[in-house]
């Protein structure tokens, strides 16, 4: 009776300390009794996802594209460069030469409106002074900007979409704070966007020595200025009327695949951009379509056959084997921005210890502060105190009823 009054009281204290036995067929369980079910079945491997393209290889020379067996490749164009990207994920189906460092002529105002439109309202509006027309280039495209008339800036800025108006972007650069700082500001915002072959020596992309840009990096700007609500409104726009100081006149879009001019048939869904020509770039194009959900951009840079029109016929063939080969061809590269750094915000500096007021005797003292103790105990895993402290209560209310059943009853 004594023995079973013990276990009861012990036992239970005991089972709590006891280790608990492994499972059946756990690490201590026979080899055989596991190979009972036999060997799992062999899961069917995924295909292996095709080699990622590197960003090197767009800087190598000549034609990069990777079609399936079945799927042609690009077109036969006489460009010196050209690309055609993805203008949703920024893949590039097919490119070549695309860093090559090539005049941009006046694709380069694509690079200054991503600058200099940012933060501008369209309906601000601006008197024309004498001296902001200085410097224009000879032979440069004008709009027609004159001095002493007032206009919005949104004019303005369709004479540089539609008419190309290198005296449009004489003004607007001044109103940005002048033609060098402009130049540098257009640079430092190429190379934000990833596009780090252009160097911009004028703005308005006029044939300057060292100036330069590529079929790369006139991709990424063509992208990014479809995402600038305004961009993509001036760059689409196929006419529109220009003041004339109390009167105006009707300005037309150069870019034929949008307008449709010259015996150049219109694009199919084509959401305009830029084209430009010097004497020393030949013919360049920035331009950009969407058929259903997709979206390509393509620039084309100074074809070799040496039709005025070509390059406009050079990127349509492109755009036509872009969205045929899309969902099939793998990307050789990206025109995506790189990722910004993350900003580490620093702590803010402490504020200054002020002296504490003197408390009147109505005011009671303030609370002492509560910190945590040196020695304060810490939650550093399982500790055995509590069993102890069970087993022994067990163990004492065992001892006691054992001695007091032993006693004589009187």
Do not use: C
Not at 2 to 20: D, E, K, R, T
Not at 126 to 132: A, D, K, L, Q, Y
Not at 178 to 206: C, F, I, N
Not at 291 to 315: C, I, K, Q, W
């Amino acid at each position: 009776m004594i023995v079973s009054s013990f276990a009861a009281a012990v036992l239970p204290a005991v089972l709590l300390l006891a280790p608990a036995a492994p499972p059946a067929g756990g690490p201590s369980a026979p080899a055989a009794a596991r190979s009972v079910a036999g060997p799992r079945p062999v899961e069917p491997m995924p295909p292996r996802p095709a080699a990622a393209a590197g960003p090197a290889l767009l800087h190598r020379p000549g034609t990069q594209v990777r079609v399936p067996p079945g799927v042609a490749g690009p077109p036969a164009v006489t460009a010196r460069a050209y690309l055609v990207a993805d203008a949703r994920s920024g893949d590039v189906l097919a490119a070549r030469d695309a860093h090559r460092q090539l005049p941009p002529a006046s694709t380069l105002k694509t690079l200054f409106a991503l600058t200099a439109l940012p933060g501008q309202s369209p309906e601000r509006q601006h008197t024309v002074s004498e001296h902001e027309l200085r410097g224009v280039g000879d032979g440069s495209s004008l709009v027609g900007v004159r001095e002493e008339v007032t206009y919005k800036l949104a004019d303005l800025w369709r004479g540089v979409f539609l008419s190309s108006g290198n005296d449009a972007v004489r003004v607007l650069a001044g109103l940005n704070g002048g033609w060098q700082r402009t130049a540098r500001e257009m640079e430092a915002k190429a190379h934000s966007l990833g596009a780090l072959d252009t160097r911009v020596k004028s703005p308005d992309g006029y044939d300057t020595e060292g100036q330069v840009s590529s079929a790369y990096d006139l991709a990424v700007f063509g992208r990014a200025g479809l995402q600038n609500p305004d961009f993509a409104r001036y760059a689409a726009t196929a006419e529109a009327d220009f003041p004339g100081g109390g009167w105006s006149y009707g300005i037309r879009n150069t870019n034929r695949l949008l307008t449709g001019d010259d015996g150049v048939g219109r694009y199919p869904g084509v959401l305009g951009i830029k084209n430009g020509y010097t004497t020393n770039a030949g013919h360049t194009l920035i331009t950009a379509a969407r058929h259903g959900s997709r979206t390509l951009v393509v620039s084309v840079m100074n074809p070799r056959s040496g039709g005025a029109f070509d390059v406009y016929e050079e990127a349509r063939r492109l755009l036509d084997w872009g969205f045929a080969a899309a969902p099939k061809a793998q990307p050789v590269g990206s025109i995506l921005p790189p990722p910004q750094p993350r900003r580490i915000h620093a702590a803010a500096p402490p504020a200054p210890a002020s002296k504490p007021k003197p408390a009147s005797p109505s005011t009671p003292p303030p609370p002492a502060p509560v910190t945590a103790s040196a020695t304060a105990p810490t939650d550093d895993g399982p500790h055995l105190l509590l069993p102890l402290t069970v087993v022994g209560s067990a163990l004492l209310a065992a001892t006691t009823l054992w001695w007091t059943r032993r006693r004589p009853h009187r």
